[in-house]
């Protein structure tokens, strides 16, 4: 059973599209903007296609349920979980989905890196990752005091993690001697290898996982309570990477009128000194044109902090 699929992206992406049209922007911000927007999109890419091999053997699975892009915050701590795989033996795998179209290294030291036409570059560990979303993830459970009872005993889940990547891609690993490599796997073997684990359980593991079975509707019901408590993420781009540059105005060169960046809208004018204040934020607004819906080709007020704010206001 899928209990939640991934959390839209459209919104980022339209965000930082109308960040790379802003006239006063600097050659190293748009840059930066580019590789942000670059990274949103490659890793939903990854996601997608993880997710698809993953909801394949989980859709109608009698003793599994899988959650999609759950983001939770514990003690000043955030961890993203790209899918994370409940069943009814109450084992929980973090599974994190990375894409790499050119392939990665791991060297004997756990260092990661990926080819970038010409050179490799390094990248933050995945394996580290995962290992610290584990941890996170065990305290927020604790602090929430979402558990299980049966016979009136507390059942605590045990928490596995792995590093999926595309089909297709290249891993190029150390000796298992050097470097354990083990959490990276191809997202197509997952369930084989989750399948060879269950195989290889000791009795004494065995055992345990016969006194925590429980119910599929009772890990449904613990799966919905952490969905109720996903926290998802709104950036605000416009301060990361404009700053004060949000206010600038345009050059005088255009000073009567310069085309919206972001799409939906239509002109704006930078003389606010007959506008009205925003009523959200309380900032200056600017005339804009609708350029699609019900309303194209209305004028109305829209706030000058858009997209950080997305205040409006007709016309009288």
Sequence with gaps: MILKQKDPINHAVESLESLLAVHHLSKDKHSKIKKELSAIQRGAKGERECA??????????????????????????????????????????????????TGIKINELGEFEYWAGNRYIGIPSPIEQVNRQSRILKK???????????????????????????PATRVIRPNREQFNTDQVMKADA????????????????????????????????????????????????????????????????????????????????????SSPSCPTCGENMVLRTAKRGDKIGQKFYGCSRYPTCRGTQPIS
């Design 52 to 101: 698809f091999l993953l909801d394949h053997q989980v859709a109608d699975h009698p003793s599994r349920v899988l959650i999609h892009d759950l983001r939770i915050e514990c003690d000043g701590e955030i961890a993203q979980f790209d899918h994370l795989l409940l069943n009814r033996r109450l084992e929980f795998w973090i599974l994190e989905s990375k894409y790499y179209s």
């Design 140 to 166: 927020f459970l604790r602090k929430q005091k979402i558990q299980i009872q049966r016979l009136g005993l507390k059942l605590h889940p045990k928490i596995y993690t792995a590093v999926l990547v595309a």
């Design 190 to 273: 997952f369930f084989t290898t989750y399948q060879k684990r269950a195989e290889k359980a000791s009795p004494e593991e065995v055992v345990s996982g016969l006194a925590k079975l429980v119910k599929k509707d009772t890990i449904i019901q613990f799966g919905q309570k952490l969905v109720k408590l996903h926290s998802p993420a709104v950036p605000d781009y416009a301060a990361k990477f404009l700053g004060d540059l949000r206010y600038a105005p345009p050059p005088s060169s255009q000073s009567k009128m310069v085309q919206e960046t972001s799409p939906g809208y239509g002109e704006i004018t930078p003389d606010a000194s």
